[in-house]
């Protein structure tokens, strides 16, 4: 699938840079997602900046087991021209 996170870098506070396997580059903020039991832990932005990205899911992931799925990424990343 085209949505599939191949990289992703620690910005600042929320955000991270994503590359897509379809060349798709971008920022997203992922501040206002961080809700509900799997997501408020996240807020600490040192729990926050463990992510990787899954080699099965392709996708951001979490120690915790918090993800996003590729498709709402994908979807609402800010594209930098």
């Not at 799997?38 to 992510?51: S, T, Y």
Request: glycine residues 6%.
């Amino acid at each position: 699938m085209d949505y599939h996170v191949t990289e992703a870098q620690y910005v600042s506070g929320y955000v991270v840079r994503l590359k897509f396997r379809d060349g798709t580059e971008g920022e997203i903020d992922l501040r206002p997602e961080l809700t509900g039991p799997m997501f408020e832990p996240l807020r600490d932005i040192e729990q926050f900046k463990c992510f990787c990205v899954d080699a099965e899911f392709h996708t951001l992931v979490w120690p915790n087991g918090a993800d996003f799925a590729p498709e709402f990424l994908h979807d609402n990343v800010r594209v930098i021209a």
